[in-house]
C-alpha cells in the first residue's frame, strides 16, 4: 500500500475537487443526523415534561375524606360527616409503617391583606411534610417547624401568584399579612408551580400550621382530610390498609360498620402516567426508526448516483497502475471523512435547533447522548458502506471493464 | 534486435449470456524495441481487445504474454497494477482524464502510484512530458477547458511521465477532427523517433500509414503483418495543410 498520508491527501483532493458531490453526501448525513436528534429530542422533552407535570401532583399519595353521612335517605355529600381529628393524624404518624410523611389538611379560605393590597385566596392549615408530599419546592425562605406546628405559631408560606398580588417586587419574607384579621408573619415563598391538569392556579395558596388554621383561624376540631404519602409506589395499598386499620380503631367502629371515612389514592394516575410514558417511548423509537431509515436511503441515493462517475475515475486510476487496496483505501478514506465532518455538522445543527426552540417556542427538547451516537453511528456506517461499496466493486474489475462502465 | 512484446496464441473468449464470443482466436504476435506498429481492423475484429491485454487493462483467457520477457500472463493482480505503472503508457479514444484535475495532476498520476519512487520529483517529470507534447502553457487547465487535442496530448503525457517501455493508444484520433489528428500523429512519430515503442489501433488507413508497420486484423486472426518502406511525415502533413490555409 502506498503511504496513508498521501492516500489521504488524495481523498482530500477529490472531496475539494468534486464540492458538489461532497456537499451532497454531507448533506444527506446532516439530515439525516440532525433530524433524528431533534425528532427524538423533541419526543424526549415532551416525555420529561409529562413526566414532571405528574410528579408535581405529589409522591404516592393516599387522600383521606371524611364519608358522607346518610340521613333518612338522602345523602348530604362528602365531608358531611366529619370525625377526622388532629389526634388521626398523629396516630397515623406513630403508627403506620407504609406510610412516609402524612399532613392534616384544614381548608380556609379568605382575604389576605398586606402592603396596602389584598387578595381573596385559599388558606390551607398543613404540616411540615405537606412540602414533601405535594413536592413543593421553596424559593425563597423556608417552610414551617414541627414547632410551629406545635405552638400555632402566626407564620404563613406563600404561593407565587399571592406572593406577587399582594408583595410585587418587593421581598415579602418577614412582612406582615392578615387572614381574617389575624396577623401572619411570612416566613417564606414557594416556587412555581403552575397550573394543574384542571387548569387551576396552584401558586394561589397560603399555607399555615395546621393547628394555627384550625385553632385560631376556624375554632374547629375537624380536618378537612389528610394527606399522606405512601414509602414506594407499591406500598401505596398497604399504607392504605394500614390507614384504615388505624382510623377505624380511632374511630371505634364496630366490625360490619360502614368506614366514617374515604381512602383515596393516586394508582389511577401512576398507572396512566408509566402508560403514557410507555406510549412515548414507543412512538420515540418508531419516530428515531422512521427518521434513521429516511436519512440513510438519502445518503444511499446520492451515493449510488456517483457510482457511474467514481467507477470510471477508478478505471482512470487502475489503468495507470493503482493497486486494488490503493483505491479501497484512498475511497475508504472518503467516504469516512465525508460521513464524519457531516455527522458532526449534523449533531452541531440539532443542538442549534433545539436552542431555537427550547428559548424560542414552547416546544421542549431534551438531547440524550444515546440518540446522538445512535444517528451518528447509523448515518456515518451508512455514508461508509455506501462510499466504500461501489469502490469495492470497482476495484475487483478489470480496468477496462472499469473504465466502460455505465 | 530485443523484442519487447511477444505474444504466444493469446486467446480471449468473452461469455455474454449463453454465447461465447471469441474476440481473439490465437494471436503470435513479436514487436521489437522501437517499431511504430498499427493494428488495423474493421469492428469487432479483436484489436481492441489485442491492444487492452497488450496493455494489462485485461487478462488473456489462454496463451502466453512476454512484456520485456517477464510472463505477464502468470503475474498477480498488483503485479499487473505495477506493470501497467511501470512499463506502459495507454492512450484511449476517449481521452480518460480525471475531470476537474489540471493537466499537471492528470500527467503526474501515475507517479502517484509509483511504489518504487524512481523519479524524484514527479511535478518536474509531469511539466517536461507536457513540454514534450506541446502544452507547456496549458499546465494549469482542467480537462473541459482543453479542446479534444489538447486533452488527447495530456494524455499521451501522462501515458509518458513514467518512462514506459511502450505507448499504447487504442483510436486516438477516433474523437479528433483530421488537422488534429495529424497534430497527434506528429506527436507520436517524434515520440517514436526519440526510440519509445508505439503501438497505435486504428480503423483509418489516413491514420495508420503514419506507422512503420502494419498489422491487419479479422474475426480474431491476424490477416496481414506487413512493413511499411516509407512513412508518411505527420509533421509534412501539417506544413501542407498550413500553405493550404
Not at chain 1, 431533534?38 to 413526566?51: E, F, L, P, T, Y
Not at chain 1, 380536618?223 to 388505624?246: C, D, F, R, W, Y
Not at chain 2, 512499463?87 to 511504489?115: C, H, M, W
Not at chain 2, 511502450?166 to 484520433?173: C, F, K, W, Y
Request: proline content about 2%; aromatic content about 6%.
Amino acid at each position: 500500500m502506498l503511504q496513508l498520508s498521501n492516500l489521504l491527501k488524495a481523498s482530500f483532493t477529490s472531496i475539494m475537487k468534486n464540492r458538489m458531490r461532497s456537499l451532497l453526501t454531507s448533506l444527506g448525513i446532516i439530515i439525516g443526523v440532525s433530524a433524528v436528534i431533534v425528532m427524538v429530542g423533541i419526543g424526549s422533552g415532551s416525555q420529561k415534561r409529562i413526566a414532571k407535570e405528574i410528579s408535581s401532583l405529589g409522591n404516592n399519595m393516599i387522600i383521606v375524606f371524611p364519608a358522607f353521612s346518610m340521613r333518612g335517605g338522602v345523602s348530604r355529600g362528602a365531608g358531611s360527616f366529619n370525625r377526622m381529628t388532629m389526634e388521626d393524624v398523629e396516630a397515623i404518624r406513630e403508627e403506620a409503617t407504609q406510610v412516609q410523611y402524612v399532613s392534616a389538611v384544614v381548608m380556609s379560605a379568605g382575604q389576605v391583606v398586606g402592603n396596602g393590597n389584598n387578595w381573596s385566596t385559599s388558606v390551607q392549615g398543613v404540616d411540615p411534610e405537606y412540602q414533601h408530599i405535594r413536592v413543593w419546592e421553596i424559593s425563597s425562605g423556608e417552610f414551617f417547624s414541627d414547632r410551629d406546628v406545635r405552638t400555632l405559631k402566626k407564620v404563613a408560606v406563600l404561593g407565587k401568584t399571592v406572593a406577587d398580588k399582594i408583595f410585587g417586587s418587593m421581598d415579602p419574607i418577614g412582612q406582615k399579612i392578615r387572614i381574617r384579621n389575624t396577623p401572619f408573619k411570612i416566613i417564606g415563598v414557594l416556587k412555581e408551580k403552575g397550573q394543574d391538569a384542571r387548569g387551576q392556579d396552584q401558586d394561589d395558596i397560603v399555607y399555615a400550621p395546621s393547628t394555627t388554621v384550625l385553632y385560631r383561624l376556624k375554632g374547629d376540631r375537624y380536618v378537612n382530610s389528610i394527606n399522606a404519602s405512601a414509602v414506594t409506589l407499591e406500598s401505596i395499598g398497604k399504607a392504605q390498609e394500614e390507614i384504615m386499620t388505624i382510623l377505624r380503631r380511632e374511630h371505634k367502629i364496630e366490625p360490619g360498620q360502614n368506614d366514617d371515612f374515604n381512602v383515596a389514592n393516586q394508582t389511577a394516575i401512576t398507572e396512566m402516567a408509566s402508560e403514557t410514558s410507555r406510549i412515548m417511548t414507543m412512538l420515540l423509537g418508531a419516530v428515531a426508526a422512521v427518521s434513521l431509515v429516511v436519512g440513510g436511503i438519502g445518503i444511499m441515493n446520492i451515493m449510488l448516483v456517483s457510482v457511474t462517475e467514481r467507477t470510471r475515475e477508478i478505471g482512470i486510476r487502475m489503468s495507470v497502475g493503482a493497486r486494488g487496496q490503493d483505491i479501497l483505501t484512498q475511497f475508504l478514506l472518503e467516504a469516512v471523512v465525508l460521513s464524519v465532518t457531516g455527522g458532526i455538522i449534523g449533531i452541531l445543527l440539532s443542538f442549534g435547533i433545539a436552542l431555537i426552540l427550547n428559548n424560542w417556542t414552547t416546544v421542549n427538547t431534551s438531547i440524550g447522548s444515546g440518540i446522538v451516537a445512535l444517528s451518528f453511528t447509523f448515518s456515518a456506517a451508512i455514508g461508509i458502506f455506501f462510499g466504500f461499496y461501489p469502490a469495492r466493486r470497482a476495484a475487483a474489475l478489470n480496468p477496462i471493464d472499469a473504465l466502460r462502465y455505465e | 534486435m530485443n523484442a519487447v512484446i511477444t505474444t504466444s496464441r493469446i486467446t480471449k473468449t468473452y461469455q455474454i449470456g449463453e454465447i461465447q464470443v471469441h474476440a481473439l482466436r490465437g494471436i503470435d504476435l513479436s514487436v521489437q524495441s522501437g517499431e511504430f506498429l498499427a493494428i488495423m481492423g474493421a469492428s469487432g475484429s479483436g484489436k481492441s481487445t489485442l491492444m487492452n491485454l497488450i496493455g494489462c487493462l485485461d487478462v488473456p483467457t489462454s496463451g502466453r504474454y512476454y512484456l520485456d520477457n517477464i510472463d505477464v500472463s502468470s503475474l498477480t493482480k498488483n503485479e499487473y497494477a505495477d506493470i501497467r505503472n511501470k512499463k506502459i503508457g495507454f492512450v484511449f479514444q476517449g481521452f480518460n482524464l480525471l475531470s476537474r484535475t489540471t493537466a499537471l495532476e492528470n500527467v503526474e498520476l501515475p507517479l502517484f502510484y509509483d511504489r518504487s519512487r524512481r523519479i524524484k520529483n514527479p511535478k518536474q517529470a509531469a511539466r517536461e512530458a507536457l513540454e514534450r507534447v506541446g502544452l507547456s502553457d496549458r499546465m494549469d487547465h482542467v480537462p473541459n477547458q482543453l479542446s479534444g487535442g489538447q486533452q488527447q496530448r495530456v494524455a499521451i503525457a501522462r501515458a509518458l511521465v513514467n518512462q514506459p517501455s511502450i505507448l499504447l493508444a487504442d483510436e486516438p484520433t477516433g474523437n479528433l477532427d483530421s488537422r488534429t489528428s495529424v497534430e497527434v500523429m506528429s506527436v507520436f512519430q517524434e515520440l517514436n523517433e526519440q526510440g519509445i515503442t508505439i503501438l497505435i489501433v486504428t480503423h483509418e488507413d489516413d491514420i495508420s500509414r503514419y506507422a512503420k508497420r502494419i498489422i491487419k486484423m479479422r474475426d480474431g486472426h491476424i490477416l496481414d503483418d506487413s512493413p511499411i518502406k516509407k512513412a508518411t511525415s505527420a509533421r509534412q502533413i501539417l506544413e501542407i495543410m498550413k500553405e493550404e490555409d
